[in-house]
């Protein structure tokens, strides 16, 4: 299999949270070509907080990116590099939602959100012995906390109310085995 060759690679934008890249390649068939690459610099982690009666814990957010629309999704957040991701998603839990979690699974690590133009990586765990507490939000977040049925949720990812990746990757992988997780 033929592989992508950089020629020259420049970085034109750069944040706290991600680097820009503008690199001149030659393609697999040789062809020379302009590739940007959007490179994170935190890995993605999203938690289904499931509650004692099956419930999810969702939170309603709006999103500057997607034209400040409002998206209900899972607790997601940024795992800087070197911090476990377990760790990360029971802090976004608790952040996020007020809710802690006495235990906290693995669903699926290691995955690529977009990588025809990105490097960035996830993570999905769920949560359950869930406990009540209090938001701590950032300046950025302004977050609602709305509770849910599975099948509530399903039926808003097929009416393409929940449009979040990560939101409906996780609960789609969940309801391929729902006793399981207990939903």
């Known amino acids: 299999m033929s592989?992508?060759?950089?020629?020259k690679s420049k970085v034109v934008f750069e944040t706290p949270w991600i680097k820009v890249?503008?690199?001149?390649?030659?393609?697999?068939?040789?062809s020379p070509a302009q590739y940007g690459v959007v490179e994170f610099k935190n890995r993605a982690v999203g938690v289904v907080p499931?509650?004692?009666?099956?419930?999810?814990?969702?939170?309603?957010?709006?999103?500057y990116a997607i034209g400040?629309?409002?998206?209900?999704?899972?607790?997601?957040?940024?795992?800087?590099?070197g911090e476990d991701w377990q760790q990360t998603a029971a802090r976004e839990l608790q952040e996020e939602t007020g809710y802690t979690a006495g235990e906290i699974?693995?669903?699926?690590?290691?995955?690529?959100?977009?990588?025809?133009?990105?490097?960035e990586c996830g993570a999905l765990f769920i949560a359950r012995q869930l406990e009540?507490?209090?938001?701590?939000?950032?300046?950025?977040?302004?977050?609602?906390?709305?509770?849910?049925?599975?099948?509530?949720?399903?039926?808003?990812?097929?009416?393409?109310?929940?449009?979040?990746?990560?939101?409906?990757?996780a609960l789609l992988y969940i309801a391929t085995d729902r006793a399981r997780y207990g939903v």
Do not use: C
């Open 105 to 119: 699974e693995p669903l699926l690590t290691n995955f690529y959100l977009s990588n025809s133009v990105t490097n």
């Open 50 to 63: 499931v509650l004692d009666d099956g419930r999810i814990v969702m939170v309603r957010q709006t999103r």
């Open 21 to 30: 890249r503008h690199d001149d390649v030659l393609t697999p068939m040789g």
């Open 68 to 81: 400040n629309q409002s998206s209900l999704e899972i607790p997601e957040g940024g795992a800087p590099q």
């Open 132 to 169: 009540a507490g209090k938001q701590e939000l950032e300046d950025t977040e302004d977050i609602l906390v709305e509770l849910h049925t599975f099948d509530e949720l399903l039926r808003m990812i097929q009416q393409g109310i929940i449009t979040d990746s990560l939101t409906i990757m």
């Open 3 to 7: 592989i992508w060759k950089t020629l």
